[in-house]
T-cell receptor, first 115, second 114 residues
């Protein structure tokens, strides 16, 4: 059964810094991995989706990587802004057709960007 | 930008009562999902739905739960006889191409069972 762990649980950095959020998963037979952002009282917003055949995806100041062999994904945020403050969730999808339609989520990293 | 909408935003019910949570997925999406998040815990998969039938369900999705797409726009989650431990935030999600495309989540319905 896939387990997803995110480190650190919380992070506070000054505005303008580059930062890295980490995600690890136990089953390397991962089909794809998504990073989400969750604001208080809101739903989840998909940030980046990396298919198993890809190594990374970029969107604006965000870059996500996937290393299946080591069971790791990272989310890199460049030039952080106060508006980036949120909880960031990593979620992996297991092997489709093998009874694994659902995403397995980590507990998230609560990020605070200090103005 | 199109979005997934969920109603109500907050539902309070007594233990043993039936509740129906409603969702309107993005109009051109074909794959629909329910997830839940108990306070302070991880988001958990409940069920996926495609072509008017359940594709997959988790261990959480027992006989107390059911889903339905009653018309071309709504997608509902019914809990027949609510328990205290059903208290959670319930998220509906949809995607255009299932496993190959990002999931779009609604803002959730906070269910409180007293």
């Amino acid at each position: 059964k896939q387990e997803v762990t995110q480190i650190p649980a919380a992070l506070s950095v000054p505005e303008g810094e580059n930062l890295v959020l980490n995600c690890s998963f136990t089953d390397s037979a991962i089909y794809n991995l998504q990073w989400f952002r969750q604001d208080p009282g809101k739903g989840l917003t998909s940030l980046l989706l990396i298919q198993s055949s890809q190594r990374e995806q970029t969107s604006g100041r965000l870059n996500a990587s996937l290393d299946k062999s080591s069971g790791r994904s990272t989310l890199y945020i460049a030039a952080s802004q106060p508006g980036d403050s949120a909880t960031y969730l990593c979620a992996g999808l297991g092997n489709p057709g093998g009874g694994a339609d659902g995403l397995t989520f980590g507990k998230g990293t609560h990020l605070i960007i200090q103005p | 930008e199109p979005e997934v909408t969920q109603t109500p935003s907050h539902q309070v019910t007594q233990m043993g009562q039936e509740v129906i949570l409603r969702c309107v997925p993005i109009s051109n999406h074909l794959y629909f999902y329910w997830y839940r998040q108990i306070l302070g815990q991880k988001v958990e998969f409940l069920v996926s739905f495609y072509n008017n039938e359940i594709s997959e369900k988790s261990e959480i999705f027992d006989d107390q739960f059911s889903v339905e797409r009653p018309d071309g726009s709504n997608f509902t989650l019914k809990i027949r006889s609510t328990k205290l431990e059903d208290s959670a935030m319930y998220f509906c999600a949809s995607s255009e191409q299932g496993l190959y495309s990002p999931l779009h989540f609604g803002n959730g319905t906070r269910l409180t069972v007293t």
